[in-house]
Every structure is written in C-alpha cells, then in structure tokens.
Nanobody, 125 residues
Framework: QVQLMESGGGSAQAGGSLILSCAAS????????MAWFRQLPGKGREGVAH???????KYADSVKGRFTASKGDAMNTLLLHMNSLISTDTAKYSC???????????????????WGQGTQVTVTS
C-alpha cells in the first residue's frame, strides 16, 4: 500500500523560507504523479505544485517565482522549497501521489488517491 509522509513544516517569518519533504513508500515503480496541495480550515484544497511522470512541473500562480518543487535523491521523494513566504502561505500542506492515468498526470485533488497526513506551515509577520 502506498504511504506518504511529509516533514519540514513549522513557523517562519514573512520573507523567510521553509523546506517541505515528502517520502512515498509501498511501490516499486518511480513514475508517480506527485503534488503538493494546501488547505485552510473550511476551505478546499489548492494545488501548489505538480510534478508529472516526465518530471515536468506546474505551479499555482500564487507561488510562482517563490516556491520550487523537485524530486529528491531517493526514489519517490518530493521536495518543496518555499522562499519569500507571505502570510497567505499559511496553511496545512499535504503531499499527494498517484499512478499516471492513460499515461498522463492530472492536477485536481480528486485525481490523487494517496495522501500524506499533512504538515502545518505558519507564516508570521
């Protein structure tokens, strides 16, 4: 069974940086679709960054130029470097993964069946 584990959340001052990490286990192949989502209480999940099975990355407009997603050195790991943090980045961040469907990765939260428990990021002024 696929399991995801995030780490690296916490608090940072506005303008600061944090790095999130996600490790996926329970699968033998490395061509997962992987993504970071974030969510505020009472709100829906917002896609932050998506990496497809070819390594192409898409970012939400709200984080472009500030956040960088990348695959880690270990198989099926995903990193999120968050720089120039602002107050509206405060949210619970979750890692998501799934196998490509018909050879493609998709970006909606319902396109992912495997989720981590989430890690809180709080940006203080």
């Amino acid at each position: 069974q696929v399991q995801l584990m995030e780490s690296g959340g916490g608090s940072a001052q506005a303008g600061g940086s944090l790095i999130l990490s996600c490790a996926a286990s329970g699968m033998a192949r490395s061509n997962l679709c992987m993504a970071w989502f974030r969510q505020l209480p009472g709100k829906g999940r917002e896609g932050v960054a998506h990496i497809d099975n070819d390594g192409n990355i898409k970012y939400a407009d709200s984080v472009k130029g500030r956040f960088t997603a990348s695959k880690g050195d270990a198989m099926n790991t995903l990193l999120l470097h968050m720089n120039s943090l602002i107050s509206t980045d405060t949210a619970k961040y979750s890692c998501a993964a799934d196998w490509p469907y018909d050879g493609h990765c998709y970006t909606g939260p319902t396109d992912y069946n495997f989720w981590g428990q989430g890690t809180q990021v709080t940006v203080t002024s």
